[in-house]
C-alpha cells in the first residue's frame, strides 16, 4: 500500500500579522509566536503552508534541514485536524426554548444607518465587529451622543464593552490606546485585522453568552463617569473583567456639549 504524505497548513483561524518589516507574528490577542526576520525561503514556505502541503514540498522550496526547523518553530499554529465528537440529543425540549432567539431580538437595540446617528434618539447602540473596531464604526455615535458597546470577537475570545457613556466614560479609541501602549505594534496589527473574519465568532455558545452579556450591560448600565469596564470570554468559558480608564491622549471626555452662552 502507498503511503500518503500527510498535508500540513497553518491553523486558519490564527492570523499572521507583521509587527514590523522583520518580525511576523501569528494571533492577534493573544500572540502565539512571533518569527524574527524570517529569510526568503522562509516566508516562501510560510506561504505554501497557508495553502496547504507537504513537508517535501517545503523541502523542494528550500531544503529538508530549513523545512524541519521551520515546521519546528511553526508547531505551535499549525492546524490539527480533530474529530469533533457526536453532539448529544437534548433531553428536554421546552416550548420556551423556541422563544429564546425571539426574546434576545426584542431586547437588542434596533440597527440603525451610520450615517444617521441622531442625538434624539435614546437607544444605546451594539456594534459586533471581527478582531478590532475600526474608527468609523464607533465614532458616528460618539459624535451623536448616543450610548454604545462594542462585541470584538477575536481567534479564540470575545471581548465585550466596555458601555460608552460619550464625554462622561472611556471610549473605544482609549481601549486601543491603552492596548498600543501595552503593545507599540498593535496599531499596525489591528490595521491588518480589519475586515478578516474572526474564528470566535462561528462559535455558537461564545456567540450567544457575548450577546447575552452585552445585552445585560446595555440593560444595566450605570452613570458612573470616568472608569469603565470590558469583559473578555475566551473559548473556553473563563472570564477576565479588564478595566479601562480614559486615556490622556485621547481627549473623549471633553467631547461633550458645551454649555449654552448666557442670554445677553
Do not use: K, N, Y
Not at 199 to 221: G, I, N
Request: aromatic residues 2%.
Amino acid at each position: 500500500m502507498v503511503q500518503v504524505e500527510p498535508v500540513v497548513r497553518l491553523d486558519a483561524a490564527i492570523p499572521a500579522v507583521w509587527r514590523s518589516p522583520w518580525r511576523l507574528q501569528f494571533g492577534a490577542d493573544p500572540p502565539l509566536l512571533v518569527l524574527d526576520a524570517p529569510t526568503p525561503a522562509d516566508e516562501r514556505m510560510i506561504a505554501a503552508l497557508e495553502r496547504g502541503t507537504t513537508a517535501s514540498g517545503l523541502a523542494a522550496i528550500a531544503d529538508a534541514t530549513a523545512a524541519t526547523r521551520l515546521l519546528g518553530r511553526l508547531a505551535p499554529v499549525l492546524e490539527r485536524p480533530v474529530a469533533a465528537p457526536p453532539r448529544p440529543e437534548p433531553r428536554v425540549r421546552s416550548a420556551a426554548a423556541r422563544d429564546v432567539l425571539a426574546q434576545l431580538a426584542a431586547l437588542l437595540p434596533a440597527p440603525a444607518d451610520r450615517g444617521a446617528g441622531r442625538r434624539d434618539d435614546p437607544r444605546p447602540v451594539l456594534l459586533v465587529v471581527d478582531h478590532a473596531v475600526a474608527p468609523a464604526e464607533h465614532l458616528p455615535w460618539l459624535r451623536a451622543d448616543r450610548p454604545h458597546l462594542a462585541v470584538v470577537f477575536g481567534a479564540r475570545s470575545a471581548e465585550i464593552g466596555p458601555v460608552v457613556h460619550p464625554g462622561r466614560t472611556a471610549c473605544l479609541r482609549c481601549r486601543d490606546l491603552h492596548r498600543r501602549d501595552a503593545d507599540p505594534a498593535w496599531a499596525a496589527i489591528a490595521t491588518q485585522l480589519v475586515g478578516r473574519p474572526a474564528a470566535a465568532a462561528a462559535d455558537p455558545v461564545l456567540r450567544a453568552e457575548s450577546l447575552a452579556v452585552a445585552v445585560r450591560a446595555l440593560a444595566m448600565e450605570g452613570d458612573a463617569p470616568g472608569a469603565a469596564t470590558a469583559l473578555r470570554i475566551e473559548h473556553d468559558g473563563a472570564r477576565r473583567e479588564v478595566a479601562v480608564a480614559p486615556h490622556p491622549e485621547c481627549g473623549c471626555l471633553g467631547l461633550s456639549d458645551p454649555p449654552p452662552a448666557p442670554a445677553r
